[in-house]
């Protein structure tokens, strides 16, 4: 082998010092060996031939590969950072929509606010204007005829039995209950006869107009008393009985 061909190569190697990594990542082989026809008959053996006629091609592809790798760094880099921005700005957006969708619900409870207020001053209004109505006066109960009173005494008796004899349509006047009376009782409405025929019978007559106690019972007035001693219900029942049998006690002017 030559010297000089050894020589290079060793020189090569502290030189450059170039490893056999980054020659095979340039993909060129930092020793090339050819076969060089020997003395001994045709047999040949390998010999090396000296780097620096490959040493351009070398350097050329681990250039390349320096490229294409700081290529796909930028890439890379490029991309992260549009990724970054792209995350950022959705970021943005969605915080501008946020705070519009948080300004949009408090102008909304505000309109609502304002709503219900002028709501409610509107009915306020309405009540202010309507007069409340006036409670039902309660209905009047229908008055009850006033409670006729009458004197106890003999004008006072004839004139509440005229009333009894008017709502029993028993005809009879003030004049002529008055003067029977008197004619059979002087106006004593305890008065009894104890000598007459009737008395002689056990049936005395009794009262103001002196009636005795059959006829009493059976021309008695609805209304008034059952005790013949009563001046009302004496004179009603004898002016009942009158006017059966006389057509009225204005026509008595005797023992009837």
């Known amino acids: 082998m030559p010297k000089h061909a050894i020589s290079g190569f060793h020189r090569l190697t502290r030189t450059q010092k170039i490893s056999a990594a980054g020659v095979a990542a340039a993909g060129a082989a930092a020793l090339i060996f050819t076969a060089v026809p020997g003395a001994d008959g045709g047999q040949s053996k390998p010999e090396a ?25 930028a890439k890379q880099a490029a991309d992260s950072a549009a990724t970054g921005k792209a995350e950022a700005a959705a970021k943005k957006a969605a915080a501008v929509k946020a705070a519009k969708a948080k300004a949009a ?25 309507i007069p409340a109505a006036a409670p039902k006066a309660a209905p009047k109960a229908t008055p009850k005829p006033a409670v006729k009173t009458y004197p106890n005494n003999l004008d006072g008796w004839i004139r509440e039995s005229l009333d ?93």
């Open 49 to 73: 031939v000296s780097v620096e006629n490959v040493k351009p091609v070398a350097f050329s592809a681990v250039g390349t590969a320096a490229k294409a790798q700081q290529a796909t760094i």
């Open 105 to 129: 619900a408090e102008a909304k409870a505000k309109a609502e606010k304002a709503r219900k207020a002028k709501q409610a001053a509107s009915r306020s209004a309405v009540r202010t204007a």
């Open 164 to 256: 009894v004899m008017a709502k029993k349509g028993i005809p009879g006047s003030y004049n002529g209950i008055y003067r029977n009376i008197i004619r059979e009782s002087s106006g004593n409405p305890m008065a009894i006869n104890l000598w007459d025929i009737n008395a002689q019978n056990g049936i005395p007559s009794k009262g103001l107009l002196q009636v005795i106690d059959p006829t009493f019972k059976q021309y008695h007035v609805n209304g008034t008393s059952w005790n013949i001693y009563d001046p009302v219900a004496n004179i009603t029942a004898a002016c009942n009985y009158a006017a059966d049998k006389y057509g009225s006690m204005d026509n008595v002017n005797s023992a009837y």
